[in-house]
Protein backbone atom coordinates (compact mmCIF):
# COMPACT_ATOMS: atom_id res chain seq x y z
CA UNK A 1 0.00 0.00 0.00
CA UNK A 2 2.91 2.64 0.80
CA UNK A 3 3.85 2.01 -2.63
CA UNK A 4 0.75 2.54 -4.50
CA UNK A 5 0.80 6.06 -2.15
CA UNK A 6 4.31 6.61 -3.12
CA UNK A 7 3.48 6.28 -6.90
CA UNK A 8 0.45 8.40 -7.28
CA UNK A 9 2.38 10.96 -4.95
CA UNK A 10 0.17 10.99 -2.42
CA UNK A 11 1.23 12.52 0.96
CA UNK A 12 1.99 9.73 3.37
CA UNK A 13 0.59 11.89 6.44
CA UNK A 14 -2.65 12.73 4.57
CA UNK A 15 -3.03 9.18 4.10
CA UNK A 16 -2.40 7.99 7.49
CA UNK A 17 -4.87 10.81 8.55
CA UNK A 18 -7.41 9.18 5.92
CA UNK A 19 -6.67 6.03 7.44
CA UNK A 20 -7.44 7.39 10.55
CA UNK A 21 -10.92 9.02 9.58
CA UNK A 22 -11.66 5.33 8.16
CA UNK A 23 -11.11 3.95 11.16
CA UNK A 24 -13.20 6.12 13.26
CA UNK A 25 -15.71 5.92 10.79
CA UNK A 26 -15.76 1.88 10.94
CA UNK A 27 -15.94 2.28 14.71
CA UNK A 28 -18.46 4.47 14.52
CA UNK A 29 -20.88 2.30 12.76
CA UNK A 30 -19.88 -0.80 14.51
CA UNK A 31 -21.47 1.27 17.69
CA UNK A 32 -24.10 1.79 15.35
CA UNK A 33 -25.05 -1.62 14.44
CA UNK A 34 -25.23 -2.27 18.26
CA UNK A 35 -27.77 0.30 18.84
CA UNK A 36 -30.00 -0.95 16.37
CA UNK A 37 -29.58 -4.66 16.79
CA UNK A 38 -30.19 -3.92 20.84
CA UNK A 39 -34.18 -4.09 21.25
CA UNK A 40 -33.97 -6.86 19.06
CA UNK A 41 -31.13 -8.51 21.23
CA UNK A 42 -32.81 -8.10 24.82
CA UNK A 43 -35.90 -9.48 23.38
CA UNK A 44 -34.83 -12.53 21.86
CA UNK A 45 -32.69 -13.03 25.47
CA UNK A 46 -36.23 -12.30 27.46
CA UNK A 47 -38.03 -14.77 25.76
CA UNK A 48 -35.40 -17.75 25.64
CA UNK A 49 -34.74 -16.89 29.22
CA UNK A 50 -38.17 -16.96 30.12
CA UNK A 51 -38.37 -20.25 28.02
CA UNK A 52 -35.80 -21.64 30.23
CA UNK A 53 -37.25 -21.03 33.16
CA UNK A 54 -40.88 -23.02 32.17
CA UNK A 55 -38.69 -25.71 30.48
CA UNK A 56 -37.02 -26.28 33.96
CA UNK A 57 -39.69 -26.10 36.17
CA UNK A 58 -41.68 -28.96 33.50
CA UNK A 59 -38.63 -31.25 33.54
CA UNK A 60 -35.51 -29.95 34.71
CA UNK A 61 -34.01 -31.46 37.84
CA UNK A 62 -33.60 -29.51 40.74
CA UNK A 63 -29.85 -28.83 40.01
CA UNK A 64 -31.19 -27.45 36.75
CA UNK A 65 -33.75 -25.24 38.17
CA UNK A 66 -30.94 -23.60 40.40
CA UNK A 67 -29.27 -23.09 37.28
CA UNK A 68 -32.07 -20.82 36.03
CA UNK A 69 -31.12 -18.21 38.51
CA UNK A 70 -27.41 -18.19 37.22
CA UNK A 71 -28.43 -17.42 33.62
CA UNK A 72 -31.08 -14.70 34.64
CA UNK A 73 -27.94 -12.94 36.79
CA UNK A 74 -25.97 -13.50 33.24
CA UNK A 75 -28.94 -11.92 31.13
CA UNK A 76 -28.65 -9.17 33.89
CA UNK A 77 -24.76 -8.62 33.61
CA UNK A 78 -25.57 -8.86 30.06
CA UNK A 79 -27.99 -5.91 29.71
CA UNK A 80 -25.96 -4.05 32.59
CA UNK A 81 -23.16 -3.93 29.58
CA UNK A 82 -25.34 -3.47 26.77
CA UNK A 83 -22.91 -5.33 24.77
CA UNK A 84 -24.83 -6.65 21.76
CA UNK A 85 -22.57 -9.60 21.45
CA UNK A 86 -22.57 -10.73 25.19
CA UNK A 87 -26.25 -10.63 24.98
CA UNK A 88 -26.07 -12.80 22.01
CA UNK A 89 -23.63 -15.12 23.17
CA UNK A 90 -25.53 -15.76 26.39
CA UNK A 91 -29.25 -15.85 24.90
CA UNK A 92 -27.07 -19.43 22.55
CA UNK A 93 -26.16 -20.23 26.06
CA UNK A 94 -29.27 -20.31 27.74
CA UNK A 95 -30.88 -22.07 24.38
CA UNK A 96 -28.46 -24.50 25.04
CA UNK A 97 -29.41 -25.13 28.60
CA UNK A 98 -33.40 -25.55 27.09
CA UNK A 99 -31.21 -28.18 25.13
CA UNK A 100 -29.59 -29.80 27.55
CA UNK A 101 -32.85 -30.50 29.90
CA UNK A 102 -35.13 -31.78 26.68
CA UNK A 103 -32.11 -33.98 25.56
CA UNK A 104 -31.51 -35.63 28.99
CA UNK A 105 -35.75 -35.97 29.50
CA UNK A 106 -36.55 -39.75 29.38
CA UNK A 107 -39.84 -39.33 27.02
CA UNK A 108 -41.99 -42.31 26.56
CA UNK A 109 -43.06 -43.30 22.82
CA UNK A 110 -46.73 -42.72 24.34
CA UNK A 111 -46.66 -39.54 25.50
CA UNK A 112 -44.20 -37.88 23.22
CA UNK A 113 -45.90 -35.50 20.81
CA UNK A 114 -47.93 -34.24 23.42
CA UNK A 115 -45.25 -33.77 26.04
CA UNK A 116 -42.84 -31.61 24.35
CA UNK A 117 -43.34 -28.20 24.11
CA UNK A 118 -44.96 -26.07 21.54
CA UNK A 119 -42.23 -25.05 18.96
CA UNK A 120 -41.88 -20.94 19.21
CA UNK A 121 -43.71 -19.03 16.15
Known amino acids: MEQSIAAVGIDPDEA ?5 HLFGFLA ?9 LWPNAVAE ?4 L ?3 KKVAQSWGTPEQCQRISGLEDT ?9 VQVLNKTREDVRGFVAEILWKRPVGFS ?8 PRA
Open 45 to 48: AETA
Open 75 to 83: VREARAAAD
Open 28 to 36: DLDELESVL
Open 111 to 118: DWPHSMPK
Open 16 to 20: DECRL
Open 50 to 52: EHA
